[in-house]
């Protein structure tokens, strides 16, 4: 036996040794629901796509129930600059006038959805795991209202309601055609979810994805909800990333200041999956390749993880 050989076998050994150990964890979530929130800036690296549709594909072969909700903001900036058209943000959330709601749900329901779809399905093709691209819009998947925000003025101190346009918030989540799919019995279906919306009189409305992600998670009572962010997880005071907290912990994070920008929406949309009843969310880093894979299968774990108590 070569070198090469004698190190192709050692790998095999240690595969098998992985596999072994991952049991305990495969059986925790064999059947379950895991909801993933997929964005940032991974989402336009296509090596990275593809080995996150790879891992989807291994979830669900491995008994997982993973239903994949999607952002695009890189993508609709993109898009509205070729376009000639400005965006403005309040605390995060993209102003939406009629003609950025069009570019975003182009965007969104169309080219990165079909995209992402198109991958699992790709990774899936000898099990014939296959992706099934969805917005909102979708027999009624999605209802939502239109956003509130104010401001006070800093001046007079009166506050007064800033207008985000056709800016969104779920207000009920029908998981009918989402538990049908994953509930197959002869198919392997994934869904994979936009963020888009309609309120009761019909109107298309951009809803935040994490938000989306959450919503949809409570409505299927989901096992674990996976927020893949661009960082590795929730830092505590002295820097370092937090493995564990639970409802209260975070909400002290927030209101001391530690967890600021990006994270305290994430930390609330977490929050709110956990009391609607899925059991545990995680914020870990998406560009790490097989991430999810390790915060499943493995003791250790890869993020955050925000639990009730």
Known sequence: MNENERQSEERSWATAKTLAEALPFIQIYDRETVVIKYGGHAMGESAVARQFAADVVLLKLMGVN?????????????????????????????????????????????AVNKEIAHWITMAGKEADVRGVGLSGKDAGLLTVEKTRRTRRDPDSMIEHEVDLGFVGEPTKVDPKLIAGLIASETEDWVPVIAPIGVAEDGQTYNVNADTVAGAVAGSLNAKRMLLLT?????????????????????????????????????????????????EAVVILDGRRPHAMLVELFTEFGAGTLVKAS
């Not at 058209?85 to 006038?97: A, E, I, P």
């Not at 909400?251 to 994270?263: H, K, P, S």
């Open 230 to 278: 661009d960082v590795a997880g929730v830092k505590g005071p002295d820097g370092e990333i937090i493995r564990q907290m639970t409802l209260e912990e975070a909400q002290v994070l927030i209101d001391t200041g530690v967890a600021t920008g990006g994270m305290i929406p994430k930390l609330e949309t977490a929050m709110a999956a956990v009391r609607d009843g899925v």
């Open 66 to 110: 993973p239903v994949v909700v999607h952002g695009g903001g890189p993508q609709i900036s993109a898009m509205l600059d070729k376009a000639g058209v400005k965006s403005s943000f309040v605390d995060g959330l993209r102003v939406t006038d009629p003609a950025t709601m069009e570019v975003a749900e182009m965007v969104l329901s169309g």
